[in-house]
């Protein structure tokens, strides 16, 4: 079952390089916290939608953190 867990995420990390908007720096794929994205500060429900995707595609939490945006943040493999 470890197996299967380590797949699913690198496949989140894989697809965070196909998601418009994220740069290639920000989608990095090793253990903690990235930013992935940004929202505007008037779309927070966006920023909790694509990190329901997230957690969908394997990763472990995510966090939406007001910053005159809605940063998005995924924690991945920690």
């Not at 299967?4 to 720096?25: D, Q, R, Y």
């Not at 505007?40 to 394997?58: F, I, K, M, V």
Request: glycine share 10%; aromatic share 10%.
């Amino acid at each position: 079952m470890h197996v299967k867990h380590k797949i699913a995420v690198m496949a989140a990390a894989t697809a965070l390089f196909a998601v418009p908007g994220v740069a290639v720096s920000q989608a990095a794929a090793g253990p903690g916290w990235h930013h992935v994205q940004d929202f505007p500060s008037s779309d927070e429900g966006g920023c909790h939608a694509r990190g329901q995707w997230y957690l969908e595609n394997g990763v472990h939490a995510y966090e939406c953190r007001p910053a005159g945006v809605w940063e998005l943040w995924v924690l991945t493999d920690s």
